[in-house]
């Protein structure tokens, strides 16, 4: 058994992954990263629509681009990677850490929304002619549209909720563009087939019920399920590591460490963001915050943070009133010119417009050392965070 001794190992090597070893490697500690797949990139490699690195390299690229340009980070900072190679587990040692890996990557075998980008993407398989795509998550309208550039009929997209589920934009890029129909407060209540998919029935919903008299049905021979992303955290779980059960991801202070001293968590393992921009951002802030603590670098407090009305959550779940910085949420509601409003103690110490929001569409926000320096801190204090 070959063993390896670093400062830092990142587990994964998607966006977050390579951002935070970069941040590691720069500030001079030893890193390596451990990837699954055989190569780097993660998600980013079937994403060949453009649309990245507008806020990180300040250009606009496709996803294997975005890839590339972080790729060649890595390799500059001489940071170790291994590749085909999953974490089995995480244990305590005398010497802090030990991840125990072996060689292999995991089999796609459920033909989702994200599946099927692969198939299309990378594999240059075609898995459909007839496609009806359920659920309006991002990678799915993604998929109508490039599933529409191959040559099959994208014959709608069914979305349960009253409003869609991915980007504004997506929508009108990916289904209006294409006169794409989007059902929403509709089910996919059946589906028919032998050997394959033949049809689907679509039913709308009334009063959360599907109504059978008004139900139709499509013919297909392809149905994508894009339900949203959901973070993969079996190995956190099996390591102690408290999991949030809003977000499906760990429980992060503000320096992003999660309940267990040493192991930090971001990007989409942390909680699904909108653009790898936010998701490399969030992981080079990550990647300092574990280069601090290796220092013995900790804050002298934190205060947590509280989801109010109508935001689902709020990450990270604390600040350090010394040196805050950015926090990311969701909301719970649809609406046009919407107020942000954070209180302390029952006392509002920020307000911020929102031209429109939706829970598909993640809200961030910087706080500075001026937007704390008057806060009245107990010990017991809450920063709560609402919209309205």
């Not at 993604?142 to 409003?163: F, L």
């Not at 059946?190 to 689907?200: H, L, M, S, T």
């Not at 600040?319 to 969701?330: A, Q, W």
């Not at 302390?344 to 961030?364: A, D, R």
């Amino acid at each position: 058994m070959q063993e390896r001794t670093y400062d830092v190992a990142v587990i994964g090597g998607g966006a977050a992954g390579m951002a935070a070893a970069v941040e590691v490697r720069r500030q001079g500690l030893s890193c390596a990263i451990v990837e699954r797949e055989n190569q780097l990139g993660g998600i980013l490699m079937q994403c060949i629509h453009n649309g990245f690195g507008v806020q990180e390299f300040k250009q606009e690229l496709s996803g294997p681009e975005f890839a590339e340009e972080f790729m060649d980070l890595v390799a500059d900072a001489n940071t170790d990677v291994f590749l085909s190679t999953t974490v089995d587990s995480i244990e305590e040692s005398e010497h802090g850490k030990e991840l125990f890996c072996s060689p292999g990557t995991r089999p796609a075998g459920v033909f989702t929304a994200g599946l099927a980008q692969r198939l299309v993407n990378v594999e240059g398989y075609i898995p459909g002619k007839n496609v009806v795509i359920v659920g309006s998550g991002d990678i799915g309208l993604i998929m109508a549209r490039r599933m529409t550039w191959v040559g099959a009929k994208v014959h709608g997209v069914v979305e349960i909720q009253p409003y869609p589920a991915g980007l504004t934009r997506n929508i009108v890029q990916c289904l209006n563009d294409f006169k794409i129909p989007l059902y929403l407060s509709h089910v996919v209540s059946r589906i028919d087939g032998q050997n394959r998919v033949e049809k689907v029935t679509v039913s709308p919903l009334v009063n959360g019920i599907p109504d059978e008299e008004q139900s139709f049905e499509i013919p297909c021979d392809t149905l994508l399920l894009s339900v949203g992303l959901v973070p993969e955290n079996e190995l956190s779980e099996n390591a102690g590591v408290d999991i949030s059960p809003i977000t499906s991801g760990a429980v992060v202070d503000s320096t992003m460490m999660t309940s267990i001293p040493g192991i930090f968590s971001c990007g989409n393992v942390l909680h699904v963001h909108d653009l790898a921009d936010y998701a490399a951002e969030e992981a080079r802030r990550t990647g300092a915050y574990a280069v601090a603590w290796i220092q013995n670098k900790k804050p002298n407090r934190q205060v947590r943070i509280k989801a109010g009305a109508n935001v689902r959550y709020v990450s990270p779940g604390m600040i350090n009133p010394e040196s805050p910085d950015k926090m990311y949420l969701r909301t719970l509601i649809v609406k046009n010119n919407a107020q942000l409003v954070m209180k302390v103690n029952n006392t509002i110490v920020k307000e911020k417009k929102l031209s429109h929001v939706q829970p598909s569409e993640m809200v961030s926000v910087k706080l500075t050392p001026k937007d704390v320096e008057n806060w009245t801190l107990e010990p017991d204090s809450i920063l709560e965070v609402s919209v309205q």
